[in-house]
T-cell receptor, first 110, second 113 residues
Framework: GQQVMQIPQYQHVQEGEDFTTYCNSS?????IQWYKQRPGGHPVFLIQ?????EVKKQKRLTFQFGEAKKNSSLHITATQTTDVGTYFC??????????FGKGTKLSVKP | KAGVTQTPRYLIKTRGQQVTLSCSPI?????VSWYQQTPGQGLQFLFE???????NKGNFPGRFSGRQFSNSRSEMNVSTLELGDSALYLC????????????FGPGTRLTVT
C-alpha cells in the first residue's frame, strides 16, 4: 500500500539552530498535512498544503510541498525549547485516506 | 466548541480480555478515525468511519473492530487482548473524510498485563 517515509527519526539540536524534517512518498499525494505532538500530548494540526510547489510560513516554521506532490518538508528557523516534540507529516492517499509518516522527534538543548 | 473526548483515559486489562473504547467527536464532525500509537511504530491507522459506515481500514487483525453511531460517536473494540496491544489509542475527528484536517482526542492509554 501507499507509504509516507519521514526522516530523520530523531534530531537533537542546540537552541537557536535550524531544524528540517522531510517526507517522501512513492506516489502522488492529494495533499500533505503536518502535525505536532508534544511529549505526553496528542497530535495537533499545524497546516495543510494542497498545491504543487506550495510554500507556507507560520512564524519560524516553513512548509513546502514538492512540485510532483510526492515530497514535503518542514523547516524551523532558530529553534526554541518550545519546539520540542514529534512532528508528523500525513499525506492524502488515493482512497481519500491519510497516511502518516513515523514522525521526527525533535529535542532542543537550551 | 468542545474538543474530541475519549473515555476512559487509562485502562489496565489482562491478556484474553476484551475492551471497548469510546470517542465523541467535535460537534458537526462526521468522520472519526482511530489510530494506535506505540513508541516504535508511530501512528498506525486502524479504521475510519464516516456517517456510520467504515470507509477505510488499516492492517490490523479482526480482533480490532469499531462502529459509529448516528450521533457520530464511535467505539472501538479489541477482543482477546494480547500484550502487544498495549498502546495509546487515539481518536480523531474531521468535518469530511479522513483527508481533511484531523482533530485528535487525548487518547486512551491501554496497558495489557
Amino acid at each position: 500500500g501507499q507509504q509516507v517515509m519521514q526522516i530523520p527519526q530523531y534530531q537533537h539540536v542546540q537552541e537557536g539552530e535550524d531544524f528540517t524534517t522531510y517526507c517522501n512518498s512513492s506516489t502522488t499525494l492529494s495533499n500533505i498535512q503536518w502535525y505536532k505532538q508534544r511529549p505526553g500530548g496528542h497530535p495537533v494540526f499545524l497546516i495543510q498544503l494542497v498545491k504543487s510547489g506550495e510554500v507556507k510560513k507560520q512564524k519560524r516554521l516553513t512548509f513546502q510541498f514538492g512540485e510532483a506532490k510526492k515530497n514535503s518538508s518542514l523547516h524551523i528557523t532558530a529553534t526554541q525549547t518550545t519546539d520540542v516534540g514529534t512532528y508528523f507529516c500525513a499525506g492524502g492517499g488515493s482512497q481519500g485516506n491519510l497516511i502518516f509518516g513515523k514522525g521526527t522527534k525533535l529535542s532542543v538543548k537550551p | 466548541k468542545a474538543g474530541v473526548t475519549q473515555t476512559p483515559r487509562y485502562l489496565i486489562k489482562t491478556r484474553g480480555q476484551q475492551v471497548t473504547l469510546s470517542c465523541s467527536p467535535i460537534s458537526g464532525h462526521r468522520s472519526v478515525s482511530w489510530y494506535q500509537q506505540t513508541p516504535g511504530q508511530g501512528l498506525q491507522f486502524l479504521f475510519e468511519y464516516f456517517s456510520e459506515t467504515q470507509r477505510n481500514k488499516g492492517n490490523f487483525p479482526g480482533r480490532f473492530s469499531g462502529r459509529q453511531f448516528s450521533n457520530s460517536r464511535s467505539e472501538m473494540n479489541v477482543s482477546t487482548l494480547e500484550l502487544g496491544d498495549s498502546a495509546l489509542y487515539l481518536c480523531a475527528s474531521s468535518l469530511g473524510v479522513q483527508a481533511y484536517e484531523q482533530y485528535f482526542g487525548p487518547g486512551t492509554r491501554l496497558t495489557v498485563t
